[in-house]
């Protein structure tokens, strides 16, 4: 099948670029509500923009978004690049379970002016729960009625409406459930949050439009980078390095998590990783898209991607990266829609919720041993479930520069548990690659997860050991390192 047969396949919403089977067909149209995102955001914005005015005349001062992978990311990534807006909350996005990040962003707040956004398309997502009972007994023992500081973003008849309707929360939006997590930058999940901040949202949606006329044309950057993508696949390219100027590689994050978890299964995918320009020459699997100034010259390898001038403009390269990589999807034979290994990890860390977590210090090869087992076509991934503070990421930093220094190869640095939400599927699902380090963060703090028989402590290490279980059930090569108080003088100390 032609490429541009591919494209008008696409906007004819013909799910038999994807898949043969009649049912995984009937799957991907029920997950095609993205290309009408756009035009559902102009449709509703007025209802956004007042909703946003309302929360900022009360005078709420922060946003705390509690939401895992494509549910939080949009936003986050819009909040970073625009910076703070005068006369605006601010915005944090809480997308962790470590007892240790959770008390950071709580001394950050004062509860009596903080709104918080739950979003989750099933309204099941453990983590995002688990944050809203939470906090909401936080406001309770505050003295604060919940309900006045809550707001849901969620599907229709999900588990998060009920809870909504129940706890009488101030708004809840209603996303079209055609939309997938990953896809929904451009609806309620991504511009809800950035209007609370003062984000011009309708500029970011005006753009989307444009952009999305522009490839249903044939003509717009996003058929481009799809064509460009599965060249490179075919080729033997499935390392895809992302240049990004320091102003907007928070956009970098969004991408991964698009292009990682649309592509990464039955074996095959596009590893997006965030890199520097090789001076020179470079492996010959990976290639590279690059923003900003490009002093090499392009070829099927090297795409410059032009500069982000404004905000707005992401809205755009939403679009753009949503159709590129649903169109790579065709090219591979992926359906770019599903997650099948998400839900593995899942599985194990209900089990060991149910069955109590181990007391693992160290399984696996050590890391002098993972480095020696990189091959020529792999890459090393850290898997880091631990609150991302200044040292922490300061001594991470110091750990994957080690390996860099010992290797030509992609190292990629992940935070748990929200990486199980996005690139945890090419981890399981992709290629056999990828040499894993799991670092599971156990101070020995802990906070109360009300209504659960468990804490936050004991779901991070859940999650940390479900991971990691399903990595050798997939016969992943990973080894388990469990971090402790001194977590700067541990990361220090592992060794290369």
């Known amino acids: 099948m032609s490429f541009n047969s591919l494209i008008r396949g ?25 290309l009408d995102a756009p035009q559902f955001a102009v449709d509703h914005m007025d209802e956004i923009n007042t909703f946003a005015e309302e929360i900022r005349t009360e005078g709420f001062q922060h946003i705390v978004l509690l939401a895992m992978g494509g549910s939080c990311l949009a936003p986050e990534v819009m909040a ?42 099933s309204g099941n997502t453990i983590e995002t729960y688990s944050l809203y009972l939470y906090f909401r007994q936080q406001l309770i023992d505050a003295g604060l009625f919940p309900g006045n500081h809550m707001v849901a973003i969620t599907d229709a008849g999900s588990n998060l409406e009920s809870v909504a309707a129940r706890d009488e929360f101030r708004a809840c939006f209603i996303n079209p459930a055609d939309i997938g997590g990953r896809y929904s930058a451009i609806s309620y999940f991504g511009l809800v949050p950035a209007a609370l901040i003062g984000i011009n949202v309708q500029s970011v949606a005006a753009s989307a439009m444009r952009a999305l006329a522009e490839c249903q044309a044939g003509t717009g950057r996003g058929v481009c980078l799809g064509e460009w993508m599965g060249r490179n696949w075919q080729v033997g390219r499935d390392k895809m390095g992302m240049v990004l100027p320091v102003d907007i590689e928070p956009f970098g994050w969004w991408i991964e998590q698009l292009v990682a978890e649309s592509l990464g299964k039955q074996g095959k995918g596009i590893l997006p990783w965030r890199a ?32 982000l001038q404004t905000t707005s403009e992401l809205g755009a390269e939403f679009v753009h990266w ?6 790579a999807g065709a090219v591979l034979e992926v359906n770019p829609f599903d997650e099948p290994n998400v839900t593995e990890a899942k599985q194990v860390t209900s089990r060991i919720l149910a069955e109590g977590v181990e007391n693992l210090s160290l399984v696996g090869a050590p890391i002098s041993s993972l480095v020696s087992q990189l091959g020529s076509k792999d890459y090393i991934n850290v898997l880091a479930y631990l609150p991302d503070t200044d040292e ?40 056999n690659q990828g040499v894993f380090l799991v670092l599971a963060g156990d101070t020995g703090r802990d906070k109360v997860i009300p209504e659960q028989a468990y804490g936050f402590r004991t779901l991070l290490l859940a999650q940390a050991q479900g991971d990691f279980k399903v990595l050798q059930e997939k016969d992943r090569r990973a080894t388990y390192i469990k971090i402790s108080d001194d977590m700067v003088g541990d990361l220090e100390n592992l060794g290369i």
């Open 80 to 121: 970073r690049i625009a910076g703070a807006q005068v006369g605006w909350p601010r915005l944090c996005a809480l997308d962790s379970t470590s007892p240790d990040k959770i008390e950071i962003v709580e001394e950050e707040l004062t509860l009596a002016t903080t709104l918080f956004v739950v979003a989750s398309k």
């Open 322 to 327: 949503e159709i590129a990589t649903a169109l």
């Open 276 to 307: 520097e320009m090789p001076e020179s020459s470079y492996p010959d699997d990976m290639f590279f898209a690059v923003w900003g100034e490009l002093e090499s010259k392009e070829d099927l390898s090297i795409m410059h991607q032009g500069a």
């Open 10 to 34: 696409l906007f004819a919403r013909d799910a038999s670029i994807w898949a043969d089977d009649p049912i995984e067909q009937a799957k991907i149209i029920d997950r095609l509500g993205w």
């Open 392 to 431: 922490v990421k300061y001594s991470l930093g110091r750990l994957i520069n080690k390996i860099r220094d010992l290797t030509d190869r992609p190292v990629i640095l992940s935070w748990g548990p929200r990486y199980l939400h996005s690139t945890g599927q090419l981890h399981k699902g992709g290629p």
